[in-house]
């Protein structure tokens, strides 16, 4: 089986408190360490790549990005989904080709630029152009982001998020969304719902976050920013 039927597959018939659990690699010694702690699948996060490059959020160079999940990708052998932001302003079959090229099977894609909305129609024709290149080749993440840059309005993440599944998203993220406003938003999206999910004592755990609606977790930079105060607490050691 193609490694991307494997990762669709992972988002079927998922039970209320068991969603599928997806850390984030920043790289491939990362993604080595998620993979034997038996995770099925990983989905990169833009920040923590960026942070690992030295570059801030949204400033990656697309050439260093696609080179970074490409070595993540090859490093295990279970799927991996790529966070490559609003898409480096390429082509949708371009952006397509060099995901595959990376060995992702799956990408998140953001309908905000620079910290504003985009047009959400305008957005789903763009998101249906990738979903026609794509095929079924990758499982597309379309990110709604009405809780970040928007009003918060859950109905009109819910209509954004209409828009982008009819344009063949195959599930969507409404970033930011607080918890308590999580069954209205899996009442009113057809298919699977990515949450924003929080690691130990900083948030719902993703059992809580699949009981509310969550379909799947991700939890963006938090686990390379984790690592990172763990390396400074080590590094002070050092120093003492």
């Known amino acids: 089986m193609r490694k991307v039927d ?11 408190g068991d969603p599928l659990v997806l850390p984030g690699p920043w790289d491939a010694s990362s993604a080595r360490v998620m993979e034997e ?30 080179a970074a999940v490409a070595r993540i990708s090859r490093a295990v052998d279970i799927p991996v989904s790529a966070d490559v932001e609003g898409g480096y302003g390429l082509a949708p079959k371009e952006l397509v080709e060099r ?20 047009d959400p129609h305008e957005h789903a024709e763009w998101l249906a152009e990738v979903r026609h290149a ?5 499982f597309v993440n379309a990110r709604v982001d009405t809780f970040s ?3 918060g309005d859950p109905e009109q993440a819910i209509e954004r998020a209409a828009l982008y599944v009819a344009a063949g998203a195959d599930c969507v993220y409404p970033i930011d969304a607080p918890a308590d406003v999580l069954p209205l938003l899996r009442s009113g999206v057809e298919g699977p719902v ?18 509310l609606g969550a379909t799947r977790v991700t939890f963006g930079p938090a686990l390379q920013r984790r690592a990172a105060r763990a390396l400074r607490g080590t590094a002070d050691e050092l120093r003492r």
């Open 37 to 66: 702690a038996g995770f099925p699948a990983l989905a990169t996060p833009s920040a923590g790549i960026a942070a690992s490059l030295g570059y801030e959020d949204g400033s990656t160079p697309a050439d260093e990005m696609f």
């Open 149 to 151: 840059y928007g009003d």
């Open 99 to 118: 995901l595959l090229e990376a060995g992702a099977v799956g990408c998140n894609l953001e309908d905000s630029h620079a910290g504003v909305l985009k």
């Open 6 to 16: 494997v990762f669709r597959a992972l988002h079927r018939k998922r039970l209320p």
């Open 134 to 138: 794509a095929g079924d080749r990758l």
């Open 194 to 211: 990515n949450v924003f999910g929080h690691l130990n004592g900083e948030g719902p755990s993703p059992t809580a976050l699949g009981e």
